[in-house]
């Protein structure tokens, strides 16, 4: 097996604090942020930062769908990671300060692929299907923090 890397980066208008407390708000600011290919999002446990547990359903294509138990760690105050229970995904946010009132964000999700020609196809594609869904969720993001 090979780890499949993606990452997207946002340069976001709006101070760092602001926007790391939005991602961490998983009951009420991260569902206003999902797009189209998160469905049936639910809290299951806690619901701000460290502790949350909160399942949803990624559409990664028309026919791959991933269930998602993702319980939310912290590495440092500058990171949220998602840890999925039902697969080897990792999803860490990091949100950096780019001068008093702008944030760098990069989300970065990791995991295990696939050998052989599915795992060529799951490493060359996966990057480019997340980079799009994910900086959807980020301009959403941006949307909401710019105030």
Do not use: C
């Not at 709006?14 to 290919?37: F, I, K, M, N």
């Not at 769908?65 to 998602?82: F, G, K, Y």
């Amino acid at each position: 097996m090979r780890t499949v890397t993606a990452t997207t980066t946002r340069r976001i208008d709006a101070p760092a604090e602001r926007v790391l407390a939005a991602l961490a708000d998983y009951s009420g600011t991260r569902p206003r942020l999902l797009p189209e290919q998160f469905t049936d999002y639910e809290v299951v446990e806690g619901g701000q930062g460290p502790g949350t547990q909160v399942r949803w359903k990624l559409h990664a294509t028309r026919k791959r769908v991933r269930d998602v138990h993702a319980l939310v760690s912290a590495t440092d105050r500058h990171a949220l990671v998602e840890s999925d229970e039902n697969s080897s995904m990792v999803t860490t946010w990091r949100v950096e300060a780019d001068g008093p009132e702008a944030s760098e964000v990069v989300v970065t999700s990791e995991w295990n692929g696939a050998d052989g020609i599915g795992g060529f196809f799951e490493r060359t594609f996966a990057p480019r299907g997340l980079d799009r869904i994910y900086g959807e969720l980020l301009d959403n993001l941006a949307d909401t923090v710019a105030r």
